[in-house]
């Protein structure tokens, strides 16, 4: 009961205020990281740490489980976190700024890169959605013998 209570407290007033404000700027920190990930400057030894600290993330082995209820979630937290300031300290202080300007101005890769496949993505999409009935049959045949094929 005093731990759930604790964990109540934690959730409240000024520390729920500034979670939200947290998460509104995440957008910004996937910005950062892309370019920071895409720039041939920055360390490669950087880069994999930070690439194993993902794959560690999305993994479903971990040190405490997720299913356990906040707990599961502190130790992702933690290695990420621990993983950020190693990879920032590796980052050279120039590039850094350098994409963290890009960033706030909406001039970085991530911008260019997302704008570039929205602008090709929604031809695809339009093209799908005019063609999905010939799309559907054509392939949804072909879909059904597969699976019939399977399941023999």
């Given at each position: 009961m005093p731990f759930d209570?604790?964990?109540?407290?934690?959730?409240?007033?000024?520390?729920?205020?500034?979670?939200?404000?947290?998460?509104?700027?995440l957008p910004t920190y996937v910005k950062l990281l892309w370019g920071l990930l895409k720039d041939p400057r920055v360390p490669a030894p950087g880069k994999a740490l930070l690439a194993a600290a993902l794959a560690y993330l999305i993994s479903p082995i971990d040190l405490i489980?997720?299913?356990?209820?906040?707990?599961?979630?502190?130790?992702?937290m933690v290695v990420f976190m621990t993983v950020?300031?190693?990879?920032?300290?590796?980052?050279?202080e120039a590039i850094w700024e350098e994409h963290l300007r890009l960033v706030k101005t909406g001039e970085s890769?991530?911008?260019?890169?997302?704008?570039w496949l929205k602008k090709h993505a929604s031809g695809l999409v339009d093209y799908v959605d005019r063609n999905q009935e010939?799309?559907?049959?054509?392939?949804?045949?072909?879909?059904?013998?597969?699976?019939q094929k399977r399941l023999r």
């Open positions: 209570r604790t964990l109540r407290g934690l959730l409240t007033g000024k520390s729920r205020l500034q979670l939200l404000k947290l998460a509104a700027q489980p997720d299913f356990i209820p906040v707990i599961g979630q502190i130790d992702d950020w300031k190693a990879f920032r300290s590796m980052c050279p890769d991530f911008d260019r890169d997302f704008a010939r799309i559907l049959r054509k392939y949804g045949k072909k879909l059904e013998g597969e699976g």
